[in-house]
Every structure is written in C-alpha cells, then in structure tokens.
T-cell receptor
Framework: DAGVTQSPTHLIKTRGQQVTLRCSPKSGHDTVSWYQQALGQGPQFIFQYYEEEERQRGNFPDRFSGHQFPNYSSELNVNALLLGDSALYLC????????????????FGEGSRLTVL | DAKTTQPNSMESNEEEPVHLPCNHSTISGTDYIHWYRQLPSQGPEYVIHGLTSNVNNRMASLAIAEDRKSSTLILHRATLRDAAVYYCILRDVDNTDKLIFGTGTRLQVFP
C-alpha cells in the first residue's frame, strides 16, 4: 500500500518564476492538505482540498494556489517566487470521516524541497 | 489558534525511558492533544493522540494532566531510531486537517 507520494523531490527556481508541486494521497484517502516547512521551523498549514475544492486556508498570499483532481491527487502552485518561498513543501492526506477514537492521523509525504535563487 | 510550549531539545541514552513534556494552558474543551514526530529528511508521522485519559499504543504512551493544561509523551525504551523532532499539537474536534505545529522538541538518543 503506497503512502503519500510527492514530486519532484528537489527543484531549484529563480525569483519571479512559477512552480508546480504534485501529490498523490494514500490509497483510500480523499482529503489533501499542503504545508510549508522553512528550515528549522515546524510545518505551516497552507490549505486543504476536499471534493476538488479548497476548504480551508492558512495565512498564505494568493500567490499560493492549488488544485485537486477527480482521482484525489493534488497540485500546489506558487507564482512570482520569492527567496522566502524556499522551503520543504509537505503534502498530507486523510480520509473524509476518520474516527476520532481510531488514529485520526494525517499521513505526510517526504516533501518537495524548493530552493529559490 | 491554541498553542503549545515544548523544550527545544532533550537528550536520552538508548534503552532508557524518555518523557517529553508539553504545556497547553489555553486548551479548550474540544481540543485533542496530538503528537507527531519528524525523523531527519522525512515528513511528520503520527505518534499518538488523546483527549482526557492516558493513552497507550505500540509507539508510545500519552499522559494527560487532570486539568488538561499539560501532557507528557513517554517513550518507554528509546532507540536510536527515535531521534527526531517531536511536535505536540492541539487539534479541534471539528476534524480540521489544519495542524498548528510549533518548533517542537529535538530528541537526541545516544548509544
């Protein structure tokens, strides 16, 4: 059973460029969330997708956008890249209706490390 | 957003128990206490969660104070593989996947 897979694992961009990161959720999961993790910090929530719609959003500018496809996979797009966007971008998936008394965990991928020069 | 406070780092020797503390004095009645850990070069992984009662699973135990303003993650016998950053997170029962991570506790385990 494959877990959460993300691509690419590493990429380098220059300021002003645009980037697309991809995520396939764990089998049986239909909800995907994206997180940004700067060096030495904990992950920060960007947004969550369910039924192909953005359901909740963290404190990130509109340059950060996403999409969810009918097969539940998801993309994170970042436009007009800034140096400060350099980070590890993590995708997490969960089932729609987890049982609070059974795990209720998010499954994270290993991330895509973005370097902006 | 509810916040937690953890020590920046802790050390342990292999095969010894480890107690990782977390303060969450502003916890609300609907907040569950979750613990995740992040091994080097990996995404976070779920460890355990609880509401009021102490909890045990194959990875760890979670001891929750009676007033719920603090909790302790217990690793009964630390191994080298347990070296990671441990995050204590409050998660509302409304089932949001928005986890608020702090900077966590970096656990070093020595052979």
């Amino acid at each position: 059973d494959a877990g959460v897979t993300q691509s690419p694992t590493h990429l380098i961009k220059t300021r002003g460029q645009q980037v697309t990161l991809r995520c396939s959720p764990k089998s049986g999961h239909d909800t995907v969330s994206w997180y940004q993790q700067a060096l030495g910090q904990g992950p920060q929530f960007i947004f969550q997708y369910y039924e192909e719609e953005e359901r909740q959003r963290g404190n990130f500018p509109d340059r950060f956008s996403g999409h969810q496809f009918p097969n539940y996979s998801s993309e994170l797009n970042v436009n007009a890249l800034l140096l400060g966007d350099s980070a590890l971008y993590l995708c997490a998936s969960s089932p729609t209706w987890p049982a609070v008394d059974k795990g209720w965990e998010l499954f994270f991928g290993e991330g895509s490390r973005l370097t902006v020069l | 957003d509810a916040k937690t406070t953890q020590p920046n780092s802790m050390e342990s020797n292999e095969e010894e128990p480890v107690h990782l503390p977390c303060n969450h004095s502003t916890i609300s009645g609907t907040d569950y206490i979750h613990w995740y850990r992040q091994l080097p070069s990996q995404g976070p992984e779920y460890v355990i969660h609880g509401l009021t009662s102490n909890v045990n699973n194959r990875m760890a135990s979670l001891a929750i104070a009676e007033d719920r303003k603090s909790s302790t993650l217990i690793l009964h016998r630390a191994t080298l593989r347990d070296a990671a950053v441990y995050y204590c997170i409050l998660r509302d029962v409304d089932n949001t996947d928005k986890l608020i991570f702090g900077t966590g506790t970096r656990l070093q385990v020595f052979p």
